[in-house]
Each structure stands twice: as structure tokens, then as C-alpha cells.
């Protein structure tokens, strides 16, 4: 009797720690190697913090002295913006910015911005 419980307790462990590796591997590939996809993006959660950048980037894609960010294929623009966040591109504004910025925004702002640029070239 007491055999069986202890087998069954060292197989719900192992369970567990698998579920544990499973999710932490994933938390890790969200913005890994493979190609960003739309479909792992928060849209509205994009939209939400595009806020926070539409002071300075027109929604429009419009350009004044601020380039337009609007249409921008996903990888590019997570690739620029990993590239302020490292500092390898020189713009201060747009270092902080990045830098307070994690993967998972950093995606779903890509998915959000290709997303409206998309729509107006299909309008
Ligand atoms: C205070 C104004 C300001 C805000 C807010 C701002 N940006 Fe920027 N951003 C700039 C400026 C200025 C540049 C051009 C920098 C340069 O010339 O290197 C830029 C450049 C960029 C570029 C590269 C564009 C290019 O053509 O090279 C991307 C991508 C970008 N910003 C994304 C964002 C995102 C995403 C946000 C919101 C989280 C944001 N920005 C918020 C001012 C801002």
C-alpha cells in the first residue's frame, strides 16, 4: 500500500517538472529563433501600449521628422527595436523606450503595427 503512494507521488512530481519545462521552454521561444508569427501576438495587448509611441509615430504612416513605423514586416521591426535595446542603434529616446520594453511587448507592438499597415494597403 504504502508503495503504491510513494510511486504514484514520484510520478506526479515528474509530471509536474515536466509541465514546468514545457512552460519555461516556451516562455523562451516566444521571440526566439523561428519566425514571429501574428498568431503568437497579443493584438490587443499591441494596441494597448502603441499608445505610448503613437505621440511620436503617426498612425498615418505619415513621416514628419519621426519615421513611420506602420507596415513594417514583424521581424524587422523587433529586429530594430533589440538593436536600440542593445544599444547598437544610436537614438536615446528610442534606447529608454526599448529598454522598458520586454519580448513579449516588444511582439505583440510588431504584430499590432504590421497589422494597421496591412489593413490600409487591402482598403
Ligand atoms: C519621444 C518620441 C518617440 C516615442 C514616444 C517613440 N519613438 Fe520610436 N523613434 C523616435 C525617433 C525620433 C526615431 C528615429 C531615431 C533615429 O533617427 O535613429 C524613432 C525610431 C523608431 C524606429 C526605427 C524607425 C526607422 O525607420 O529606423 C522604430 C521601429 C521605433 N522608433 C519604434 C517605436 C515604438 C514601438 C515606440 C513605442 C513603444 C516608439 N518608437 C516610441 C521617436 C519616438
Known amino acids: 500500500m504504502f508503495e503504491v503512494e510513494y510511486v504514484g507521488g514520484i510520478s506526479l512530481l515528474k509530471r ?4 514546468l519545462v514545457v512552460v519555461l521552454l516556451y516562455g523562451q521561444t516566444a521571440l526566439g529563433d ?14 494597448y501600449l502603441s499608445s505610448s509611441c503613437t505621440s511620436c509615430h503617426l498612425i498615418s504612416g505619415e513621416e514628419s521628422n519621426i519615421p513611420s513605423i506602420v ?6 521591426f523587433i529586429h530594430v527595436l533589440e538593436a536600440y535595446r542593445n544599444k547598437e542603434l544610436e537614438n536615446e529616446v528610442m ?9 513579449e511587448e516588444i511582439l505583440a ?7 494597421i499597415g496591412r489593413d490600409e494597403e487591402t482598403e
Open 16 to 19: 509536474l517538472f515536466c509541465l
Open 34 to 47: 523561428t519566425h514571429p508569427t501574428l498568431e503568437a501576438a497579443d493584438l490587443e495587448f499591441g494596441e
Open 71 to 76: 507596415g513594417w514586416d514583424m521581424e524587422g
Open 95 to 103: 534606447q529608454n523606450i526599448a529598454l522598458s520594453l520586454d519580448d
Open 109 to 115: 507592438l510588431a504584430a499590432y503595427f504590421f497589422t
